[in-house]
């Protein structure tokens, strides 16, 4: 592939990404979106928006999960940490470290 094709297709990708999200949050009334483990972490990564995972425990098997906090445009650091802060502050989900000694 000619880096000209390239860079014409990850344009594509990245408006095609970007796009979608808007939709979402026009569609639903959106301030962010939530997602469970990063399942969504193609998309927002690809359309450049902010995004933060904030760890919600572990399963059986002692793998962690997270709750992804994801901006719907560029713009958004903001609102984005504040609400993964007070999600993480008020939940709880996370049971703190028990040190032995």
Not at 49 to 56: L, R
Request: glycine content about 4%; aromatic content about 6%.
């Amino acid at each position: 592939m000619s880096p000209e094709k390239h860079e014409q297709l990850a344009t594509k990708v990245r408006q095609t990404a970007l796009e979608l999200i808007l939709r979402m949050s026009e569609d639903y009334n959106l301030d962010i979106i939530v997602s469970l483990d990063d399942t969504f972490s193609l998309i927002y990564a690809n359309a450049g928006v902010p995004a933060v995972t904030v760890p919600i425990g572990r399963d059986a098997n002692a793998q962690p999960h997270g709750a992804t906090f994801i901006g719907i445009d560029r713009n958004t650091d903001a609102t984005v940490l504040a609400i993964a802060y007070a999600f993480e502050s008020s939940s709880h989900l996370l049971p703190r470290p028990v040190i032995q000694r």
